[in-house]
């Protein structure tokens, strides 16, 4: 049972166009969601986060956006650059009330082609 | 600073062997967690280490351990190697406060392991 999902396997982009990287989850647990991009043979690179307190968190060309009654997130990437090509994970964890979280958990990754 | 660092990058092992891989936080980190990636299953999280503890474990059977030390470098060994280990494990640190809360988790490069 995939709590994270990612349902798009690819996407292809125009470089200077918007990328638009979507992801759903199940759990109502999960209260912190990131996202990560990765290339070949490198470990996932940390790029956004944001908590569920949140519904839209910046940084530079990434936004990333949270609705939680939909238990939907996406990335945005504005303007969509050569090097923006990678595998974009998306993640969530559930935090207890105790202290302690979960581990991350990663959807299954769409692979981002920005075509010059 | 530097990075999350793994050792060895690459590993050939036989089935029935066990393997110990290590991981060095990024410094100050406190909490080091382990996943796995196959191309099935994707991004696994395997457990998690804080203050020398393991705070959360994923379900994968007991054949995987793990142990943090002093210094929060972590390994994590796999005993009885099944064909079905072969995988990229990945080492991830974070700045977690004694509270438990899921700050961003940085990773290394990962240690591929190929079981024949």
């Known amino acids: 049972d995939q709590q994270v999902k990612q349902n798009s396997p690819s996407l292809s982009v125009q470089e200077g166009r918007i990328s638009i990287l979507n992801c759903d989850y199940t759990n109502s647990m999960f209260d912190y969601f990131l996202w990560y991009k990765k290339y070949p043979a490198e470990g996932p690179t940390f790029l956004i986060s944001i908590s569920s307190i949140k519904d839209k968190n910046e940084d530079g060309r990434f936004t990333v956006f949270l609705n939680k009654s939909a238990k939907h997130l996406s990335l945005h990437i504005v303007p969509s650059q050569p090097g923006d090509s990678a595998v974009y994970f998306c993640?969530?964890?559930?935090?207890?009330?105790?202290?302690?979280?979960?581990?991350?958990?990663f959807g299954k990754g769409t692979h981002l082609i920005i075509q010059p | 600073k530097a990075g999350v660092t793994q050792t060895p990058r690459y590993l050939i092992k036989t089935r029935g062997q066990q393997v110990t891989l290590s991981c060095s936080p990024i410094s100050g980190h406190r909490s080091v967690s382990w996943y796995q990636q196959t191309p099935g299953q994707g991004l696994q999280f395997l457990f998690e280490y804080f203050s020398e503890t393991q705070r959360n474990k994923g379900n994968f059977p007991g054949r995987f351990s793990g142990r943090q030390f002093s210094n929060s470098r972590s390994e994590m060994n796999v005993s009885t190697l099944e064909l079905g280990d072969s995988a990229l494990y990945l080492c991830a640190s974070s700045g977690k406060s004694d509270r438990g809360l899921s700050y961003e988790q940085y990773f290394g490069p990962g240690t591929r392991l190929t079981v024949t």
């Open positions: 993640a969530a964890s559930a935090r207890y009330s105790g202290g302690g979280a979960d581990g991350l958990t």
